[in-house]
C-alpha cells in the first residue's frame, strides 16, 4: 500500500518543482533584496543577458551606482 505525503511541504516541493522544470530559477535568501523585495543578482542578471545595450547605456550614464538606481527607480 502508498501512502500519500498531503503536508504543506510537499504542497510547496511539488509546486516548486513544476516551476523549476518550466523555466522558473530558484534564487537564494543571501540575494535577496528585503528592502526591494527582489533577488538582486537574479534581476541584474536577467536584465543584462535580455536587454544588454540598455545596461550598457545604463551602467554608462550611473557608472558604478547602477544597480542602486535601478532598484531605485523600480521602487
Given at each position: 500500500m502508498k501512502t500519500s505525503?498531503?503536508?504543506?511541504?510537499?504542497f510547496e516541493e511539488a509546486i516548486e518543482t513544476v516551476l523549476l522544470q518550466s523555466g522558473y530559477v530558484k534564487g537564494t535568501a543571501i540575494n535577496y533584496?528585503?528592502?526591494f523585495c527582489v533577488d538582486e543578482k537574479?534581476?541584474?542578471?536577467f536584465l543584462q543577458n535580455s536587454q544588454p545595450a540598455k545596461w550598457e547605456k545604463?551602467?554608462?550614464?550611473?557608472?558604478?551606482?547602477?544597480q542602486t538606481k535601478l532598484l531605485q527607480r523600480l521602487h
Open positions: 505525503n498531503h503536508t504543506e511541504l510537499a533584496k528585503k528592502d537574479l534581476l541584474f542578471t545604463s551602467a554608462t550614464i550611473h557608472r558604478a551606482d547602477t
